[in-house]
């Protein structure tokens, strides 16, 4: 076997076969290993960068070291040498990068890793790689070159330290970790939603779309608000004043409803209404709504200022002007006899009572009542009991009812001159839907005992109403009788349980 041992002692040429054969081998493993592993991201990525890049290189160092056997000192390998370890250090750059990221993006795991910390586990692989670069390829003397930064350091010290004050800053902050990326926080009179925190300073995105940096060492020396911790839960205060003719415990109790009917407030805790002070033209109340998160006060706030307006009006209270008004010539107030004959043309403009002389709206008129209700409101809620009989003057509700998942979904819309609480004329405990106003609405509440005298003089007008109430029940959208909608489309398939042994009244 003279040829096999002469082949084994040539190591250059064994290096040789070992290229020509084995390398293109394992590249066809590494692309078979990831085409099976391409659902794997973190995995894929990490084997993709070593077979183009890591490979190709190693291939390159073997060649000039083994098969042209070139010495240690010459340039060219110590290049293919820097160029290995380079790349190698890439590659660990990259899955430390991959495994922070996909910790971060873990849903189960809510810390997500702050930037700086990676930027300072990528600064100490670099330096890592660099030291042995340095020692076993290019033969430095590191103590030399460590003694040579610690006399530089001081100077660079100098130079920067604003900068190493934010980075030092950033580094205590990271460890006691008041805040993290998401988080509603206050510093000094500025609040945002933080987007980054990095080595220098941490990025807010304000309500208004602005980005503020605030450096890390201003951070460190102020006081900071987080609305997000220790928990998301945020209380957010809301001053009224309300005249002082109108009594203190039914002021609370309406603006509790209030609160508890605009969406997004809890139930639990639920909303406190508290009397604060006695001022010069009006009883001062603050109303603690309990929100989910601080992010939804802007538009929580708006729903409620905007809903204490109208329940102040169906409520006849007064939110007096914070000025002294004074008026030079006497104010013509409406009487009674104006407010009936401003409702007789309300009444006259609905279809249902077109038939009905003067004498018969009035009658109506006189015990009636008017009530608005902004867009959102319930206007009747399911199970309320006492119902009257509501005529729509302006605007549009939907009706909802809930499905055996207990959903409300929707199942008709009603529009202006349609009628609704129907169930008062038929001796109803209780009403089986929900009426919610679609946008600002205009009602007309009607006595329930005047109606049923009316409708007694006025059987065709009953007639007409029944035949509403029917079409209802068979889920018609065709006009009713006088030209008022019928109960108007179904929204949803699942609505049609009401059809089934479930009769909504409304």
């Known amino acids: 076997m003279p040829f096999l041992n002469s082949f084994l002692e040539d190591r250059s040429l064994a290096w040789s076969l070992g290229l020509i054969v084995v390398y293109p081998l394992l ?80 849903e189960n795991n809510r810390a997500h890793v ?22 076993t390829v290019w033969g430095a003397d590191l103590g030399g070159v460590v003694a040579a930064l610690g006399v530089g350091s001081i100077v660079l010290g100098l130079a920067l330290q604003d900068a190493l004050g934010n980075l030092f800053s950033g580094l205590a902050l990271l460890i006691e970790q008041p805040f993290a990326v998401g988080d509603w926080i206050q510093v000094g009179d500025d609040i945002g939603k933080i987007v980054e925190v990095n080595w220098r300073a941490v990025h807010l ?3 208004e779309q602005e980005l503020i940096i605030v450096p890390n060492s201003i951070l460190a020396g102020q006081t900071l608000q987080n609305f997000r911790r220790p928990q998301r839960l945020h209380v957010e205060l809301v001053d009224l004043g309300f005249s002082y003719d109108d009594p203190p415990n039914v002021v609370k109790q309406v603006l509790k409803e209030t609160a508890l009917n605009t969406s997004g ?11 604060i002070s006695y001022d010069d033209s009006s009883i001062g109340y603050r109303v603690r709504l309990f929100l989910a998160d601080y992010e939804q006060v802007p538009k929580v706030r708006d729903d409620f200022m905007s809903r204490v307006w109208y329940a102040a009006q169906r409520n006849k209270l007064n939110i007096p002007f914070p000025i002294r008004t004074v008026y030079h010539q006497p104010v013509n107030q409406p009487t009674f006899e104006d407010l009936v004959a401003e409702r007789v043309l309300k009444l006259r ?112 007008i009953l007639a007409n109403i029944d035949s509403v109430i029917e079409q209802r029940r068979g889920g018609s959208s065709s006009p009713s009788p006088g030209g008022a909608p019928g109960g108007g489309s179904l929204a949803d398939k699942e609505a049609l349980q009401w059809r089934n042994g479930k009769i909504a009244h409304y």
């Open 27 to 106: 590249m066809i493993a590494l692309g078979e290993a990831l085409l099976r592993l391409r659902h794997r991201p973190l995995i894929h990525q990490t084997l993709r960068a070593i077979r183009n890049l890591v490979m190709p290189a190693f291939a390159v160092f073997i060649l000039l070291s083994q098969v042209l056997n070139l010495d240690g000192e010459q340039t060219p390998l110590r290049i293919a040498q820097t160029v290995l370890w380079v790349l190698l250090i890439h590659v660990i750059l990259q899955l430390a990068n991959q495994l922070l990221l996909a910790r971060e993006q873990d």
């Open 114 to 135: 702050p930037k700086l910390l990676r930027d300072l586990i990528r600064f100490a692989l670099v330096a890592l790689g660099a030291a042995i670069v340095l020692s």
């Open 205 to 207: 995105i304000t309500r």
């Open 265 to 275: 407030v809890l139930t639990e805790p639920a909303p406190v209404v508290q009397t």
């Open 349 to 460: 403009s609905l279809p249902l009572f077109l038939t009905l002389d003067t004498h018969e709206l009035e009658i109506l008129a006189r015990t009636s009542e008017l009530r608005n209700f902004g867009q959102g409101e319930p206007v009747i809620r399911q199970g309320e009991q006492e119902i009257r009989m509501h005529m729509l003057v302006r605007g549009r509700v939907e009706v909802t009812m809930p499905n055996n998942a207990g959903v409300n979904v929707a199942i008709a819309a009603l529009e202006q001159g349609n009628f609704f609480g129907e169930s008062a004329l038929l001796s109803r405990p209780s009403t089986t839907v929900n009426i919610v106003a679609k946008e600002d609405v205009e009602v007309l509440l009607l006595e329930t005992q005047t109606l049923q005298q009316v409708l007694n003089r006025n059987p065709h």
